[in-house]
């Protein structure tokens, strides 16, 4: 694998990650040793790519999602995306066609507050069919859409599914709320 193939590998594991990694971690998945992994994760921080949020760990900037092909998220976009929508646009939780839970969620932050306690036939309905995709990509969250279409293909059920789920939205609720606070 070239330098350049590595690069782009790492900065799509930390995309898919959705949070910081130590190096240790991203040696691990890269199957790399710890000095070249760090070497890569140096670089990729003087070209922008990636950035350090606290000592040791490592997450992807808006440049290198850029790189890897997903849109920029600026204050506005951030702001946006976090917002509550009308009841009309809400994702309205099912345990199958037609079965309606009497839930529903008007934001993203209502979703991941939700996603804790709703029946986990709801989620097992809605995973599988691209039901959160879709919903993501209407708040105008393709990359979250994209990070839940990758847990799709995990075949995970139950509750691992359902603390997967969990774990992506409110990791993508904290980033946005980060991006949405700068100045």
Partial sequence: MSV???KKK???MLWEAGKPLKSREVAKHMRLSI???????????????????EKGHYTITNLGREMIGMPSIDKERALDILRAVPVEKAFYFCTETDQYTGVY???LSDLCNKIQTIDIRSVEFHVPRGDLEFWFHDLGDSELAKRI?????????GEDLRKKVYETVKSRCEELARVS???
Avoid: D, F
């Fill in 4 to 6: 350049g193939q590595a």
């Fill in 10 to 12: 790492i900065l799509e």
């Fill in 35 to 53: 000095p070249s992994s760090t070497m890569h994760l140096l670089r990729l921080r003087k070209e922008g790519y990636v950035s350090t949020p």
């Fill in 105 to 107: 969620a008007n934001s």
């Fill in 149 to 157: 279409s990758l847990i799709k293909g995990t075949y995970l059920s």
């Fill in 181 to 183: 606070q700068k100045t």
